[in-house]
């Protein structure tokens, strides 16, 4: 059940309050003063407090205050007899989720607390959701040569720098991606990704820069382009070698301006974007055949980082088929299989063209087709296709 704490120094409020909510089903606390309170809220988890704001000694906003130190995702509901706009203001301003006057109304105080269970719950349900999804795109490894990938990433990440990562298909420039943005000062923005192969050269303008109803003949209604979308965030343009020169272009103005126009449209929009590119061509041979445009190469690579392909960094299978094997039991809902030492020793003798998206399919066939324990007989019979 829900758990609410009341802070008030006036026993009678306390009781009254206390009988409403324990009515509704919720488990409440009591605290006299906002000492008492702070000592509480150290100790357990609310899922809201109910706090006065006249109090003898610490006042509630002063308890507010030291509350959002100690806990800072609950939500708080300030009660007082002598309250102004003023004073629900600097509540407000303080971090409380909502003020109501005394003797509070019984509907709008029991509306209040749901609200602000429901926020309270929200924030922790995002909480396990961004858990999971790091969890998803973390980055396994120890080598050297992933640990220099790292280490860039932790310079790289806290200033507005473009980047511009290169590797093979199936290396991992996405989680760099992802990584750099989950640590940068705009980690509370958006990150959107285009994936610059996978959309025709003709729609590509349309999908970064949005287009006006009526520019074209299929352009029923307005839309905004990836560069809106990612304002105030980050920008990940993935395989930008295969971008269209029109469109290589347009992107340049928006980094040396920081403003877009939509695809039949006349007005400048201002947009604060960091961008973040990859590809897997060699940019400087695309550069010399007239397929990619030197001054946004120039313009994109402020920061280099390369993402080695797994051969290079075989180290890091035993690791990462760990991994893989948690990640497929959760999504199975099962208990992880176990791998012999035979098995990972020969699984980091192959040759892993396809890189780290190609050994997680290959865990996922041995978790599929062997027994509770991954075998060497396992590997060598289902980690790649039979031929004929």
């Known amino acids: 059940m829900p758990k609410i704490l009341i802070v008030d120094d006036e026993r009678a409020i306390r009781y009254t309050l206390k009988e409403i909510l324990e009515f509704e089903n919720y488990t409440v606390d009591e605290a006299e003063d906002g000492e008492k309170a702070l000592q509480l809220l150290s100790r357990s988890r609310y899922d809201a407090v109910l706090c006065d704001i006249k109090m003898p000694g610490m006042d ?4 507010l205050e030291k509350a959002m130190e ?3 995702d609950t939500p708080f509901i300030m009660i007082s007899a002598h309250g102004t706009i003023d004073t629900a203001v ?15 109304d019984l509907n709008r105080l029991l509306v209040s607390v749901r609200n602000a269970l429901d926020k309270s719950s929200l924030v922790t349900e995002t909480k396990i959701l961004k858990k999971k999804i790091s969890k998803t795109y973390e980055m396994v490894g120890a080598s050297a040569a992933l640990t220099r990938v790292k280490s860039a990433i932790e310079k790289v990440a806290p200033t507005d720098a473009r980047v511009l990562i290169t590797g093979p298909n199936g290396s991992g420039k996405e989680l760099v991606a992802r990584a750099i943005h989950e640590n940068s000062n705009r980690s509370n923005g958006p990150l959107i990704e285009v994936n610059c192969a996978a959309i025709p050269s003709e729609l590509i303008e349309s999908e970064l820069f949005g287009h006006e109803k009526g520019s074209f003949t299929s352009a029923v209604k307005q839309r905004i382009g990836k560069f809106e979308q990612a304002n105030g ?12 020169l029109s469109a290589q272009a347009k992107v340049l103005r928006a980094l040396q301006e920081h403003k877009i126009t939509r695809v039949g449209g006349d007005k400048d929009i201002q947009v604060d974007v960091r961008v973040i590119a990859a590809t897997n061509k060699n ?8 397929h990619f445009r030197e001054d946004l190469y120039h313009r994109l690579g402020v920061i280099l980082i390369h993402v080695p392909p797994l051969n290079d960094r075989r180290e890091d299978i035993p690791d990462l088929v760990q991994k893989f094997l948690n990640d497929i039991a959760n999504d199975y809902g099962n ?3 176990s791998i012999t030492p035979e098995a990972i020793s020969f699984l980091q003798e192959l040759d892993w063209r396809g890189n780290v998206r190609e050994l997680r399919n290959v865990v996922e066939r041995l ?9 060497l007989e396992d590997a060598q019979a289902y980690a790649r296709p039979v031929t004929t």
Do not use: H, W
């Open 233 to 244: 965030g980050t920008l990940f343009l993935d395989e930008v070698g295969d971008m269209s």
């Open 335 to 337: 208990k992880p299989k």
């Open 90 to 104: 600097e509540a407000t301003k303080k971090g409380a989720y909502d003020f109501l006057q005394k003797p509070p």
């Open 60 to 63: 509630g906003i002063e308890v």
């Open 70 to 72: 100690i806990s800072p």
């Open 367 to 375: 978790v599929i087709m062997s027994g509770q324990e991954i075998t």
């Open 283 to 290: 940019l400087l041979e695309e550069i010399e055949a007239r």
